[in-house]
């Protein structure tokens, strides 16, 4: 049975930093994409950075230069380390298990999500 359990949200003021992580299990961990996404009050899920099993990252533009996705195969963790953080960050944050051979916003699996709320 996939599981995918986040932790390391919070509240936190704009400019500050927080890492989540994401432990994985059920799966062969190292042969998969892993994703982030997130919800916002009242808008829909966002695809926000994804990493492939070799460690190629790509990551949204609302993002880009603030936000780090890594991972480590020998722990099964993926993990996102946000800094500069901003208001408009605010949102649950999921991690996603990515198909074989799909694009990182295409999920299967997801966890419960952790909250990020970033005061202004």
């Known amino acids: 049975e996939v599981q995918l359990v986040e932790s390391g949200g919070g509240l936190v003021q704009a400019g500050g930093s927080l890492r989540l992580s994401c432990a994985a299990s059920?799966?062969?961990?190292?042969?998969?994409?892993m994703s982030w996404a997130r919800q916002a009050p009242g808008k829909g899920l966002e695809w926000v950075s994804g990493?492939?099993?070799?460690?190629?990252?790509t990551y949204a533009d609302s993002v880009k230069g603030r936000f780090t996705i890594s991972r480590d195969n020998s722990k099964n963790t993926v993990f996102l380390q946000m800094n500069s953080l901003k208001p408009e960050d605010t949102a649950l944050y999921y991690c996603?298990?990515?198909?074989?051979?799909?694009?990182?916003?295409?999920?299967?699996?997801w966890g419960q999500g952790t909250q990020v709320t970033v005061s202004s």
């Open positions: 996603a298990k990515v198909p074989l051979g799909r694009l990182p916003y295409e999920y299967d699996y």
């Open positions: 990493i492939y099993g070799d460690g190629t990252t």
């Open positions: 059920g799966f062969t961990f190292s042969s998969y994409a």
